[in-house]
């Protein structure tokens, strides 16, 4: 079983980049048909796919969120991170990271990050 945990600030300042750190356990990035994805849930609203990396290493990204957004990973450590350049408080959200195989999904617990001076 995938376990996932997020690590990282809780209160990012605007025009700052927010990053986020997601270690890995029970599972090996390079797994076939494994999909690697942080998705966002921002007071009072709906869920945000923000974008993806798969087991090959190739990315996937939100339209809207393209041009602010870099996911990447270390093999090695096993962890995958989301850089979210020029926050706004907008941006204040509980960020997940998730997992994808086959039908099967695994969530971390979630990081709420604040935006504000």
């Known amino acids: 079983q995938v376990q996932l945990q997020e690590s990282g600030p809780g209160l990012v300042k605007p025009s700052q980049t927010l990053s986020l750190t997601c270690t890995v356990s029970?599972?090996?990035?390079?797994?076939?048909?494994?999909?690697w994805s942080w998705i966002r849930q921002a007071p009072g609203k709906g869920l945000e796919w923000m974008g993806a990396i798969a087991y090959s290493g190739s990315l996937y990204d939100s339209t809207s969120l393209k041009s602010r957004t870099t996911i990447s990973r270390d093999t090695a450590k096993n962890q995958f991170t989301l850089q979210l350049s020029s926050v706004t408080p907008e941006d204040t959200a509980v960020y997940y990271c998730?997992?994808?195989?086959?039908?099967?999904?695994?969530w971390g617990k979630g990081n709420l990050v604040t935006v504000s001076s």
């Open positions: 998730t997992s994808r195989h086959y039908a099967m999904d695994c």
């Open positions: 029970g599972g090996s990035f390079t797994t076939n048909y494994y999909y």
